[in-house]
């Protein structure tokens, strides 16, 4: 058997630090390098993790997932704009962007009746009804509207260490918690937890 055929998925616990992994060296360059340059120190940083994240996919599985990879590009667009032009604005903007391109995808596939988020995921969710994942997509759709109007509310109206620090203590718990407050309606409509092999949450890099 070839190596490719030997690769599988992720593990929840490696798909969860490629996940957040590059947010948590964000914040702790940000907070250890010297102000008022942390946040590029902090950019370039996230630059290089994400990549390494990008690396570190396509050596275990051989493949890198769409939302890593379109999240990974944006970050190596707007962190090198921001350090091409020392405005941290564009490093500010871009969950904002993220989180509206994925809530767009999400809600074409429910008004044109194709399961985007099943042909992304259906694999970590066994035995979901379409039911199922149409409640799931317009669930993240509206999530994922609620952090861009939250993002955009708090880089306008906080200091940018404090926008750092929702990155980690406020989006990334809120991630996790909405996704698993969906799954009693999952198991409502067929999941079958036994046979799960990842979280009940989509990728949710940003």
């Given at each position: 058997?070839?190596?490719?055929?030997?690769?599988?998925?992720?593990?929840?616990?490696?798909?969860?630090?490629?996940?957040f992994?590059?947010?948590?060296?964000?914040?702790a360059?940000?907070?250890?390098?010297?102000?008022?340059?942390?946040?590029?120190y902090?950019t370039?940083?996230?630059?290089?993790?994400?990549?390494?994240?990008?690396v570190?996919?396509?050596?275990?599985?051989?493949?890198?997932?769409?939302?890593?990879?379109?999240?990974?590009?944006?970050v190596?667009?707007?962190g090198g704009?921001?350090?091409?032009?020392?405005?941290?604005?564009?490093?500010?903007?871009?969950?904002t962007?993220?989180?509206?391109?994925?809530?767009l995808?999400?809600?074409?596939?429910?008004?044109?009746?194709?399961?985007?988020?099943k042909a992304?995921?259906?694999s970590?969710?066994p035995?979901?009804?379409?039911?199922?994942?149409?409640?799931?997509?317009?669930?993240?759709?509206?999530f994922?509207?609620?952090?861009?109007?939250?993002n955009?509310?708090?880089?306008?109206?906080?200091?940018t260490?404090?926008?750092?620090?929702?990155?980690?203590?406020?989006?990334?718990?809120?991630?996790?918690i909405?996704?698993?407050?969906?799954?009693?309606?999952?198991?409502?409509?067929?999941?079958?937890l036994?046979?799960?092999?990842?979280p009940p949450?989509?990728?949710?890099?940003?």
């Amino acid at each position: 058997m070839s190596e490719a055929e030997t690769k599988t998925e992720l593990s929840s616990g490696m798909r969860m630090a490629l996940d957040f992994g590059p947010v948590l060296i964000f914040f702790a360059v940000n907070y250890l390098a010297p102000p008022p340059l942390g946040i590029f120190y902090a950019t370039g940083a996230f630059m290089a993790a994400m990549m390494i994240a990008l690396v570190i996919s396509w050596a275990k599985v051989g493949k890198i997932s769409p939302m890593l990879l379109f999240s990974g590009v944006m970050v190596l667009i707007f962190g090198g704009v921001t350090l091409f032009l020392r405005d941290e604005t564009f490093i500010k903007i871009k969950p904002t962007i993220y989180y509206v391109f994925i809530a767009l995808i999400l809600f074409f596939g429910l008004l044109t009746k194709r399961p985007t988020l099943k042909a992304l995921l259906g694999s970590a969710y066994p035995g979901l009804s379409d039911r199922g994942w149409d409640l799931l997509s317009r669930n993240w759709a509206v999530f994922f509207v609620a952090m861009a109007v939250l993002n955009e509310a708090v880089w306008r109206n906080f200091s940018t260490d404090f926008w750092v620090g929702f990155k980690l203590w406020g989006a990334i718990p809120l991630t996790l918690i909405f996704a698993f407050a969906n799954v009693p309606m999952l198991l409502k409509n067929g999941l079958n937890l036994d046979k799960a092999d990842e979280p009940p949450m989509p990728e949710a890099h940003e």
